[in-house]
């Protein structure tokens, strides 16, 4: 199995550890991953829709028409990555008319999009029935121990017209990955809030949902280990508002954020030294003890 | 407090619903039964000045300037359950992105907004990647054994930028910083 791999440029670049524990997981699962010549950001889905949609979609059908000179399909490993290059591919390929008019302005940079490549979140992959025996037979190091919560994000599964993948309102997908590894997954109520990465003008608007989410993991009966998130947005979000929160409220909010692809590595062998669990605001020490004793 | 408004049928602009329902996937904006489901699951529904059913209905009105100078447009955090949850399909949160592109033509946008779009202009990024700023990120991934960052082709995608009309905004930024 080979993709295109974007990268995008928050995980790259201030995130690396994250793009390390996929590229390991990747590796171990055998899924080969090319890199892509010369593009750029998706465009990120927030500020340039809000300013020309026509913009957006221009940067992003670059994006894909790079991937198509290379044959292959998209990889993804970011929410806000995903929703902006599988929106423009959707868009595409339903209206036949706005292919013409993005591709007279790709045409002049030599570009040319027919509405081939497909996108793909790791999750989308990896949720798949075939890939989740592969991932249990490759499990080394089971998660029997950890109770997980996951966030699954909006960009992942909304709008589901577009996105095509698991249930808008009841997704199941990250949960099959983490049931996988054998890790038990926590039931919440907030777990489909959002975590108000997007919403840049109120600074508040995204330290409430965060308070609201960890309190709420914080109160669950079972002790929550972790949250896990597939975005970088998400995983940022939830780390650095959580102790911006905490010093605030004088609450006790302690659950560290981790990425999806960081478990899996665990689960799949990659040594916790090879991995930077360390390096979010929110510790995992508790967490990482668990796994070495 | 949602103030009273009074306007005479001769101030509203009853072009505007066109305006919006003309772009394609905004057609369904016609639709609306003004039910509220938007506006009863919108992760922002207590920040807005006008919540989701009546911004929509706003535009149904004519209601152009009160849209458009509204804080609504910009306060959403995309999570997209109005489209989702919509019982008469109104695309609610791509009307929105058009509504945003329009206050954006008649020069109001907010700093955090175009900044972003002025770092890509920059940097073909999102995340600066220049100078020392690059050799940090550089070095970094270096240590964890990561392959280079591929130079993103800058002149295609300023010319994209350009070529769709937000180059005009870039310069006016730029001369902002100055």
New interface residues.
């Given amino acids: 199995m080979e993709f295109a791999l974007f990268l995008g ?2 995980i ?3 995130l ?2 994250l ?2 524990a996929f ?1 390991d997981v990747a590796n171990i699962l055998n899924v080969n991953l090319k ?7 998706c ?13 957006w979609v ?2 992003g059908a ?1 994006n894909l028409a790079i991937a198509e000179q290379m044959g292959l399909d998209i990889m993804t490993i970011c929410s806000g990555c995903y929703e902006t290059l599988k929106t423009v591919s959707v ?1 595409l390929a339903e ?1 036949e008319e ?1 292919l013409k008019k993005i591709n007279g ?2 045409s ?2 030599n570009y040319k999009y027919t509405g081939k490549t497909k996108v793909y979140h790791f999750v989308e992959l990896f949720s798949q029935p075939e890939w989740l025996d592969k991932i249990k037979k490759l499990v080394v190091k089971p998660l029997d121990d950890l109770n997980l919560a996951v966030h699954y994000g ?2 992942l599964i ?3 017209k577009i996105m095509q993948f698991d249930h ?2 009841r997704p199941e997908t990250i949960d099959l990955i983490l049931e996988a590894l054998s890790a038990k997954t926590a039931e919440y109520a907030t777990k489909l ?2 975590c ?7 600074e ?2 995204g330290e409430n ?1 965060v308070e609201e989410k960890m309190t709420e993991l914080c109160q669950l009966e079972e002790e929550v280990d972790a949250l896990i998130a597939v975005c970088p947005a998400c995983t940022t979000q939830y780390d650095r508002k959580e102790r911006i929160v905490a010093r605030r409220t004088g609450k006790q909010l302690d659950i560290p954020v981790l990425y999806l692809a960081e478990v899996m590595a665990i689960a799949l062998g990659v040594e916790l030294e090879d991995l ?1 669990l360390r390096s979010r605001s929110v510790k995992p020490d508790k967490l990482i003890n668990k796994l070495t004793t | 407090m949602t103030q009273m408004l009074k306007k005479n049928a001769s101030e509203l602009d009853h072009e505007f619903r066109y305006e919006i329902s003309e772009k394609v996937g905004a057609k369904s904006l016609l639709k609306c039964i003004q039910c509220g489901v938007c506006s009863s699951g919108c992760t922002v529904t207590e920040y807005v000045d006008m919540q989701p059913h009546r911004v929509v209905a706003s535009c149904l009105l004519g209601l152009k300037k009160e849209v458009l100078t509204s804080n609504a447009i910009w306060t959403c955090s995309l999570c997209h359950r109005c489209t989702e949850r919509c019982p008469k399909n109104v695309d609610y949160s791509f009307i929105l992105a058009l509504l945003r592109n329009m206050a954006v033509k008649e020069g109001r946008v907010p700093k955090e907004y175009s900044s972003t779009v002025v770092t890509i202009y920059n940097n073909g990024f999102v995340v600066p990647y220049t100078g020392g700023l690059k050799d940090n990120i550089d070095r970094r991934r270096d240590r964890m054994g990561l392959p280079q960052i591929i130079p993103p082709k800058l002149e295609e995608i300023q010319f994209i930028i350009n070529e769709t009309g937000l180059g005009g905004l870039v310069e006016e930024e730029k001369e902002d910083d100055e």
């Fill in positions: 440029c928050t790259p670049m201030k690396p550890f793009e390390k590229r890199e892509m010549e010369g593009v750029g950001c465009p990120e889905p927030v500020a340039m829709q809000s300013l020309n949609i026509d913009t221009a940067l670059r868009l209206d706005y302005i790709l002049k940079i909006c960009h909304r709008p589901s808008p309102e809030e959002c108000g990465y997007c919403a840049r003008l109120q508040e608007i949902l930077s």
